[in-house]
């Protein structure tokens, strides 16, 4: 993250934005938030609780890795378990307390070990006390990362690299997730790779992120033309998932972090419903999951703010199919 980028809200802004909870019944299952120990910036587990608890039902998350605590010794590959042992210590107070529970962590590992990166799942399941899921693996490069507030670092074309193709494989015949985090010029690469899979459960973060600065500041309808096309083709893949949210990052142009005060919910639907529509509509509500991406997205919005721009989104929705979005998918996916 670019803290020379970033502005990051006091409560004060949050606050200047209240909002009646909607359909507070609905049990919810978050499967995207972070935890870090950043200075200014720290998220633990009292930060989680204060907005997952803030009105909507809330019953379980799922930590997603953030190349946070990684171990500061030992061999380079087996570093990133440190994450998975500082969350796994945070999930196990969560238990001790009110909900929510954190039930499930997706870690980081280098998949181009390929078929050796055995080793690493197996020390992530080490430390994980039975909550390890998967692996994240960003596809992410920034063309310009000048203009990002938070900047992609994986190399151009990891997509091809043969043994990072075999640790995909290798996460699925091992019963584990993978997922990305990329940007909208590179669905394309997030296709083949998903394609090349076929026996891993893949999950699509974000939307593929489609951007909103820099050169891109001006090209909005044009990339949301290209963006159906691609969402609508890695849909038919039946192994990939879509998480519907993390549209209101720095990156994605919107500037509410910017703003004198943060969005409405129905400020949040007007802007983005149509990213959210196409997207349920090609994969279905059986494979999609409503995600905070907390607190990425909080530079931008309340907690309670969004989970109700989210329920604005699928009002016309049958119960089962809510359910599903806020709910089973995300259960069934991580195995909850």
């Not at 109700?308 to 995300?330: I, P, Q, Y």
């Amino acid at each position: 993250m670019n803290a020379n980028r970033l502005t990051v809200p006091g409560p004060d802004w949050h606050e200047q934005v209240q909002e009646k909870v909607l359909e507070p019944d609905i049990p919810i299952v978050d499967p995207h938030h972070h935890l870090w120990r950043r200075l200014e910036l720290d998220y633990l587990l009292e930060d989680l609780q204060n907005d997952t608890q803030s009105g909507h039902d809330i019953r379980k998350t799922v930590f997603v890795e953030c190349s946070a605590s990684y171990r500061d010794s030992g061999p380079e590959h087996l570093k990133p378990v440190g994450e998975t042992e500082f969350v796994a210590e945070i999930a196990e107070e969560s238990k001790e307390q009110s909900k929510p529970l954190i039930a499930g962590i997706v870690a980081h590992a280098d998949l181009t070990l390929g078929a050796s990166v055995e080793e690493v799942l197996e020390a992530h399941e080490g430390a994980g006390r039975g909550l390890f899921r998967g692996i994240r693996h960003a596809l992410a490069h920034s063309k310009h990362p000048e203009h990002m507030t938070i900047v992609g670092r994986s190399p151009a074309g990891l997509y091809e690299n043969k043994n990072f193709q075999e640790g995909v494989r290798t996460l699925g015949r091992l019963g584990y997730t993978y997922e990305s985090w990329h940007f909208h010029y590179q669905n394309k690469e997030f296709l083949e790779v998903a394609a090349s899979a076929p026996e891993t459960t893949i999950i699509l973060d974000h939307f593929g992120t489609p951007l909103g600065v820099g050169p891109y500041e001006n090209e909005r309808e044009e990339i949301f033309e290209q963006w159906c096309k691609d969402i609508a083709e890695i849909s038919v893949l039946p192994n990939v998932y879509a998480k519907l949210g993390g549209l209101s990052m720095p990156d994605n142009g919107f500037s509410w972090h910017l703003g004198d005060r943060p969005p409405t919910s129905d400020e949040l639907v007007g802007a983005q419903k149509r990213y959210y529509e196409h997207t349920i509509e090609c994969f279905g509500p059986d494979r999609c999951m409503f995600e905070s991406n907390f607190p990425v997205d909080r530079l931008s919005i309340s907690y309670h703010v969004l989970y109700n721009a989210f329920k604005k989104m699928v009002l016309h929705f049958s119960d089962s199919e809510k359910l599903e979005m806020f709910n089973g998918t995300a259960s069934r996916v991580y195995n909850l």
